[in-house]
């Protein structure tokens, strides 16, 4: 299939419709934005587009309301953001998607803005259903999808929409996310690292695969690494394990040996007796069965930064340990850290994703640089694995 259709800059949008898909589900508690990442993110690009006179209207879910128009999960609170935060008329939509709404629509002038409530307000959105995609479409000139992290759904505003809108395009943000872990799997410096954690290896089985054939070193920590200590016959007490994941780690060594990938798990670790309490140090074979592990251990963070130390590129997903007790985020945070560093002074490329690792991170008391970092989730996971994104097929 063809490329994908990314949204040039000097095309001309002067008194065009321009339908924008963003990610502004932002966290939201007693209608305060508590994390404004997402939108910030996203206001260069729509102040680039009042600046050039366009048109814009503003699609965004927030939550899983499920069809039910939820006041908690309402974009007031974003609506109000960009007010204060663009030098322009801003227009919250609210109504319903009927036969009439172009008219609704039709006192847009040049360079204003319409921000259209919660689209998942309504279960055709989720549904991908025909109709709602038609008469989405049938509001703008021009459609442009710039949230990357919605693309591995099929749903109405990100999917069926473009059926219905003559041209078609990939914005900055998701142009920016592609490249990104673009640098992992196709255009790598190599020597390649990687780094995933989380708690479960069934959800990530197809993203190690496809890694194993891309990267140099997979370094395996968080809960994840429990199950290939028992795969390995060692004790691990009362820890977060996963059953019957015997097989799929044989499969990963075995294609680790056939790529010639060299897999790394923590050699020692911080355990306690409960997730609240403190830690201490043990070797994997010292661990007691009243003991769960909550982070990897000092000789696992100096082996894990030596291999960041010889890399060029590190991607990283998943934390090192259970880093919402400060007795258990050393780990995680000395990774950060290092990476951070070796970005700032060596040109490391270096890729973070997921909510967990992002959320750790901020728990640092140092500024820390990294070439990218996504906040897509499940999406950034799926094009990990290779696979062919819904929102994104639409746009080639």
């Known amino acids: ?26 966290p939201i508690k007693n209608k305060i934005i508590t994390d404004d990442t997402r939108i910030t993110a996203c206001l260069p ?22 069809g039910v128009k939820d006041p908690e999960l309402s974009l007031k609170p974003i609506y109000k953001y960009l007010k204060n935060a663009l030098n322009t008329n801003v227009y919250f939509f609210t109504g319903n998607f009927d036969d009439e709404i172009k008219e609704k629509f039709s006192y847009l002038k040049e360079g204003e803005v319409m921000l259209i409530e919660n689209i998942r307000y309504f279960n055709e959105e989720t549904e991908d259903d025909e109709n709602f995609s038609k008469i989405l479409g049938s509001l703008g000139d021009i459609y442009i999808n710039n949230a990357f992290s919605c ?66 070193n997979l370094i395996i920590v968080g809960a994840m690494a429990n199950n290939f200590f028992v795969y390995k016959n060692l004790r691990v007490g009362k820890s977060l394990i996963e059953k019957n994941v015997e097989e799929i780690i044989e499969n990963i060594y075995k294609k680790a040996q056939a790529n010639n990938c060299e897999i790394l798990i923590p050699q020692d670790c911080i355990v306690g007796k409960n997730f609240g309490g403190e830690g201490s140090n043990k070797n994997l074979d010292e661990i007691r069965d009243d003991e769960i592990i909550l982070d990897i251990g000092i000789n696992t963070i100096k082996n894990i930064n030596k291999k960041i130390d010889k ?9 090192a340990g259970y880093f919402e ?8 945070l000395s990774i950060a850290e290092n990476i951070s560093k070796n970005t700032a002074e060596k040109s490391l490329i270096s890729i973070l994703g997921g909510g967990d690792t992002l959320a750790a991170i901020k728990k640092s008391k140092i500024k820390l640089s990294f070439s990218h970092l996504s906040t897509a989730g499940g999406a950034f996971l799926e094009y990990l694995e290779g696979k062919d994104l819904p929102g994104i097929r639409v746009l080639k």
């Not at 063809?2 to 419709?17: A, H």
């Not at 006179?53 to 499920?66: D, N, V």
């Not at 007790?325 to 995680?332: A, E």
Request: proline share 4%.
């Open 325 to 332: 007790n400060d007795n258990f985020s050393k780990g995680t």
């Open 1 to 26: 299939m063809g490329e994908i259709n990314f949204f040039p800059d000097n095309l001309k949008v002067q008194n065009q419709k321009i339908i924008l898909r963003l990610d502004l589900n932002v």
């Open 45 to 66: 690009f729509i102040k680039s587009l009042i600046k050039k006179k366009a048109k814009i209207i503003i699609i965004s879910h927030l939550g899983r309301p499920k």
């Open 311 to 319: 890399s060029n590129t590190v991607l990283w997903n998943g934390p």
């Open 151 to 216: 693309s591995h759904r099929k749903q109405a505003s990100v999917h069926n929409i473009t059926k219905f809108v003559k041209k078609n395009y990939a914005g900055p943000l998701l142009k920016k996310e592609i490249e990104a872990v673009n640098l992992v799997i196709k255009n790598k410096k190599e020597p390649v690292t990687c780094i995933i954690g989380g708690s479960k290896i069934s959800t990530k089985i197809n993203v190690i695969s496809n890694l194993i054939s891309n990267v140099n």
